[in-house]
C-alpha cells in the first residue's frame, strides 16, 4: 500500500460545479496536509496548507482533514475553467516544509465551459 | 509570498552533455532547497535536499555523481545533469526553505523541462 493514495482522474465537470478531490494516506503520523494547483507545465503552486485535522476555508476552496479515517478532501466550489489544473495532495509527519513531504499522484481537473 | 526562480525553463541537449538548472530564492534566504524530478503523470519524487554551505543529501536510487548539487548562497542552488542520457528526460522542480519557516509550506518554482536527443 502507497503511503499517500490519490486518484489520477480526469474529472471533467461543468463550469460551477463543486468539486471534491480526496487522498488517502496510511501513516498516522502524518500532521501536515497541503494541496497544490499544478498547471501544465508549471510548478506546483500551493492552494491550502493545514496543521492536524479540521477545516480551512479561502475564498472557493475548503480544505478538510480528517485523521481518523485518515482522508483529506478540496472542495472548489463554482468551479471554473481557470481551475482546469492537476491537484496534488501533499502531507508531511515532521513539518510542512520538510524534505519527508510526501505527495499524491496529482488528480487531473477538467472544467468544462 | 517566498518566490521561487528556476531558470532555464526547458532546454534541449544531446546525450552525452551536461546542463545547469539554477533555482533562486528572490525574497527569502533559502537555508534549504529540494530538488524533485517528475515524469509524465507521475508525482514529485524528490532527488536531494541541500543546505547551504554543505553537502546535499541524495534520496536512495539517485546517483549523486551523475546528479551534482551545488548550494553555494542562500539564495542560489545549481543542479547539474552529467552525461544526460534519454531517459534523464524529465521535468525538474526545485522548491526552498528558510530558516524561519521550516513549518510554512514549500514554494516551487516553475519547473525545468529537459529533454535528451
Known amino acids: 500500500q502507497k503511503e499517500v493514495e490519490q486518484d489520477p482522474g480526469p474529472l471533467s465537470v461543468p463550469e460551477g460545479a463543486i468539486v471534491s478531490l480526496n487522498c488517502t494516506y496510511s501513516n498516522s503520523a502524518f500532521q501536515y496536509f497541503m494541496w497544490y494547483r499544478q498547471y501544465s507545465r508549471k510548478g506546483p503552486e500551493l492552494l491550502m496548507y493545514t496543521y492536524s485535522s479540521g477545516n480551512k476555508e479561502d475564498g472557493r476552496f475548503t480544505a478538510q482533514v480528517d485523521k481518523s479515517s485518515k482522508y483529506i478532501s478540496l472542495f472548489i466550489r463554482d468551479s471554473q475553467p481557470s481551475d482546469s489544473a492537476t491537484y496534488l495532495c501533499a502531507m508531511s509527519q515532521s513539518g510542512a516544509g520538510s524534505y519527508q513531504l510526501t505527495f499524491g499522484k496529482g488528480t487531473k481537473l477538467s472544467v468544462i465551459p | 509570498g517566498a518566490v521561487v526562480s528556476q531558470h532555464p525553463s526547458w532546454v534541449i541537449c544531446k546525450s552525452g552533455t551536461s546542463v545547469k538548472i539554477e533555482c533562486r530564492s528572490l525574497d527569502f534566504q533559502a537555508t534549504t532547497m529540494f530538488w524533485y524530478r517528475q515524469f509524465p503523470k507521475q508525482s514529485l519524487m524528490l532527488m536531494a535536499t541541500s543546505n547551504e554551505g554543505s553537502k546535499a543529501t541524495y534520496e536512495q536510487g539517485v546517483e549523486k555523481d551523475k546528479f551534482l548539487i551545488n548550494h553555494a548562497s542562500l539564495t542560489l542552488s545549481t543542479l547539474t545533469v552529467t552525461s544526460a542520457h534519454p531517459e534523464d528526460s524529465s521535468f525538474y522542480i526545485c522548491?526552498?526553505?528558510?530558516?524561519?519557516?521550516?513549518?510554512?509550506?514549500?514554494?516551487f518554482g516553475n519547473g525545468t523541462r529537459l529533454t535528451v536527443t
Open positions: 522548491s526552498a526553505t528558510g530558516r524561519s519557516s521550516y513549518n510554512s509550506p514549500l514554494h
